[in-house]
């Protein structure tokens, strides 16, 4: 089975402050990878995703994500923090053998944005 | 377009009580899941269904958690009798019959809480 490894379950960064996420997955096959955002009282939105092509992957809001197969990373980043980013961070991972579709979820990173 | 809708937003009963939470995805959207977010841990994979069948309930935690989908529009999970462990959010989440991966469409959430 799949597991997804986020490291740090709080991360707070200055508004301005590059915003690194950490994600880690355990597959001998390199998955399909996706970070999707919650904000308050909202449903899990996709931010952006990885299933083959370019390794760095632009989405939503400025962020991006690198796919590294060496790392078994899929790190997310910001180049500069913004007030709405504020807001609590999922990595998942996808079989690319599963027909079904099943996420694998990590435990996700709640971020902080000080002013 | 109506995003996916989860019933109630939030459900707070006691144990041994019964809860029956609710969801329509969006419409023309053949696939629907279940996932679950214990307090502070990963979001985790319930039960799949595809039109009215269920593909995959392997993730039901054991038979007092009851879904169905009736139709093969919206779904409900029952919960009976709801034990204390059963709190947490309860996400659902659509997509389409042929589509790549990672477009998976999430409800806002269904909070339980079992006192």
């Known amino acids: 089975a799949q597991s997804v490894t986020q490291l740090g379950s709080h991360v707070s960064v200055s508004e301005g402050a590059l915003v690194l996420l950490r994600c880690n997955y355990s597959?001998?096959?390199?998955?399909?990878l996706f970070w999707y955002v919650q904000y308050p009282n909202q449903g899990l939105q996709l931010l952006l995703k990885?299933?083959?092509?370019?390794?760095l992957v632009k989405g939503i809001n400025g962020f991006e994500a690198e796919f590294k197969k060496s790392e078994t990373s899929f790190h997310l980043t910001k180049p500069s923090a913004h007030m709405s980013d504020a807001a609590e961070y999922f990595c998942?991972?996808?079989?690319?053998?599963?027909?079904?579709?099943?996420?694998?979820f990590g435990t996700g990173t709640s971020l902080t944005v000080i002013p | 377009e109506a995003g996916v809708t989860q019933f109630p937003s939030h459900s707070v009963i006691e144990k041994g009580q019964t809860v029956t939470l609710r969801c329509d995805p969006i419409s023309g959207h053949d696939n629907l899941y279940w996932y679950r977010r214990v307090m502070g841990k990963e979001i985790k994979f319930l039960l799949h269904?595809?039109?009215?069948?269920?593909?995959?309930e392997s993730g039901m935690p054991n038979n007092r958690f009851l879904a169905e989908r009736t139709g093969g529009t919206y779904s409900t999970l029952k919960v009976q009798p709801a034990e204390l462990e059963d709190s947490g959010v309860y996400f659902c989440?659509?997509?389409?019959?042929?589509?790549?991966?990672?477009?998976?469409?999430f409800g806002e959430g269904s909070r339980l809480t079992v006192l």
């Open positions: 990885y299933t083959t092509g370019a390794t």
């Open positions: 989440a659509s997509s389409q019959a042929e589509t790549a991966p990672g477009e998976l469409f």
């Open positions: 597959s001998s096959v390199p998955p399909y």
């Open positions: 998942a991972v996808s079989d690319r053998e599963d027909t079904g579709n099943q996420f694998y």
């Open positions: 269904f595809v039109k009215e069948s269920k593909q995959d």
